[in-house]
């Protein structure tokens, strides 16, 4: 199903659309960062998941527009992306993961409908490290007789995925506040340190989380360098 379809279809129940506000209206209470006309937070509705894994279509596929199988690629996309949000948000064992997006406020004349306003979205997992382990993916050689104990302090990361903002919001800081935000999020439940891979020729992603304060981790593995991609790493 198209977004646009999607928006109509529900558009055209009037119930679903009350008790999508309801909800609304309930995510106000949660942790979140207000900025400007925008807040970042936690994504809690199917409908806010939905419009993410759109957005990250739409990211995934904004220079190959003259494809002419973009669109029926993109659904496809989308729809494999809300199945593995979907996934994600039931916690596995250790491993604890959220999907964040930056919704639009309303405002007191017009009272928007959750799933229209989401302009960014990212995951962030928190995650063990495994034994021996300095940083994500690092190939250790497990001692024979180990401890699996996990409550070492610190012993977890955090990890950022999928940063996207719609083009027509960005270069309005919403990239950075829901990193900001997403930095205190992993933090909060236990990460020493907060990591994210970056495109070598990704320019305006790598200005961004320099800007912030992730550094290039120079062990990270020759695999790396391959795949043409830096590992940054964040301590707070
Ligand atoms: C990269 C991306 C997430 C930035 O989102 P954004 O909301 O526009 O970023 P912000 O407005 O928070 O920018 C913060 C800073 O990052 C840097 N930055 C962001 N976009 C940039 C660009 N196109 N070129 C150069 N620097 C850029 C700037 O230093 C900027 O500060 P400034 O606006 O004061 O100069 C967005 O362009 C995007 O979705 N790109 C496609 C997906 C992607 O590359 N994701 C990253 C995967 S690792």
């Given at each position: 199903?198209?977004?646009?379809?999607?928006?109509?279809?529900?558009?055209?129940?009037?119930?679903?659309?009350?008790?999508?506000?309801?909800?609304?209206?309930?995510?106000?209470?949660?942790?979140?960062?207000?900025?400007?006309?925008?807040?970042?937070?936690?994504?809690?509705?199917?409908?806010?998941?939905?419009?993410?894994?759109?957005?990250?279509?739409?990211?995934?596929?904004?220079?190959?527009?003259?494809?002419?199988?973009?669109?029926?690629?993109?659904?496809k996309f989308a729809e494999q992306e809300f199945n593995a949000l979907k996934r994600q948000s039931e916690t596995k064992l250790?491993?604890?993961?959220?999907?964040?997006?930056?919704?639009?406020?309303?405002?007191?004349?017009?009272?928007?409908?959750?799933?229209?306003?989401?302009?960014?979205?990212?995951?962030?997992?928190?995650?063990?490290?495994?034994?021996?382990?300095?940083?994500?993916?690092?190939?250790?050689?497990?001692?024979?007789?180990?401890?699996?104990?996990?409550?070492?302090?610190?012993?977890?990361?955090?990890?950022?995925?999928?940063?996207?903002?719609?083009?027509?919001?960005?270069?309005?800081?919403?990239?950075?506040?829901?990193?900001?935000?997403?930095?205190?999020?992993?933090?909060?439940?236990?990460?020493?340190?907060?990591?994210?891979?970056?495109?070598?020729?990704?320019?305006?992603?790598?200005?961004?989380?320099?800007?912030?304060?992730?550094?290039?981790?120079?062990?990270?593995?020759?695999?790396?360098?391959?795949?043409?991609?830096?590992?940054?790493?964040?301590?707070?």
């Amino acid at each position: 199903m198209k977004k646009q379809e999607f928006h109509k279809q529900i558009a055209s129940q009037p119930r679903r659309l009350l008790q999508l506000q309801q909800q609304a209206d309930h995510v106000q209470n949660m942790k979140h960062r207000d900025f400007g006309q925008f807040v970042a937070r936690e994504a809690v509705l199917d409908e806010e998941y939905w419009t993410a894994a759109w957005l990250r279509a739409e990211t995934h596929w904004e220079n190959r527009t003259d494809d002419r199988f973009a669109d029926s690629y993109k659904k496809k996309f989308a729809e494999q992306e809300f199945n593995a949000l979907k996934r994600q948000s039931e916690t596995k064992l250790g491993q604890k993961s959220a999907c964040i997006v930056t919704v639009k406020k309303e405002n007191a004349n017009e009272r928007h409908i959750v799933l229209k306003s989401v302009v960014g979205t990212l995951d962030v997992s928190i995650c063990p490290f495994l034994l021996g382990e300095t940083f994500p993916g690092e190939k250790v050689k497990a001692p024979i007789f180990h401890s699996t104990d996990r409550k070492e302090p610190k012993s977890q990361y955090g990890y950022i995925a999928n940063l996207c903002v719609a083009k027509s919001a960005r270069r309005q800081g919403i990239a950075r506040n829901m990193l900001h935000f997403s930095i205190d999020f992993a933090v909060s439940d236990g990460a020493g340190q907060v990591y994210v891979h970056v495109h070598r020729n990704n320019i305006a992603a790598q200005e961004l989380y320099e800007k912030i304060g992730f550094k290039v981790v120079e062990l990270a593995s020759p695999q790396l360098s391959r795949d043409k991609m830096y590992l940054l790493c964040y301590r707070p």
